[in-house]
């Protein structure tokens, strides 16, 4: 039950004091993950969440589900989900029933907008850190590259561009065994 608590206790407070949704939590969520409780490394971690971008659902949820499951089982999984939604559930509770009341006011619009900026701060911060990770042979820069350029220029879904960057990379080990960079 100490194990379970501890998984809800860890993933509500990522859930708390994250803004800006699954990338944005992704440093706070190494912290706590890796470096915290040794649960997984960067690398799983990055598994994680290919795996939850993959999959119906919140990206930080699956990524919850995924760890807790894999510390406790089934409910491991849920105690895990359940604290990283817990603190959503109770935010979004108050802010709904204030903000109609001061959505109009100056001081709240300009709130907004610095929380809207570090956000984007986090999500650059995550996508250095996952190429520094995610990037180790010429296979994975090429990808990365190719991917990047169909991601920003074609009108092709991201679902597609996974599954093709997975065939390929595969396929690329089995026939010739990628070297690193």
Known sequence: MKELWILFSAF?????????GGYAMLPMLQKEVVDKHGWATEAE???????GQCTPGVIAINTSTFIGYKQ?????GIAATLGMIFPSLIIIA???S?????ND???IQHAFAGVRVVVSVLVINVIVRMLRTAIIDWLG???F?????????FNISLVYIVISSAVIGIVAKKVSGVKKV
Request: aromatic content about 14%; glycine content about 12%.
């Open 94 to 96: 108050l802010i709904s």
């Open 145 to 153: 590259i190719i991917s990047l350029i169909i991601g920003l220029f």
């Open 105 to 107: 006011f100056p001081l």
């Open 12 to 20: 509500a407070r990522v859930g708390c004091f994250t803004f800006g």
């Open 141 to 143: 820069a090429t990808l």
């Open 45 to 51: 971690i990055m598994d994680y969440y290919a795996i």
């Open 98 to 102: 204030i903000l109609q009341n001061v």
């Open 72 to 76: 406790r089982g089934i409910l491991g």
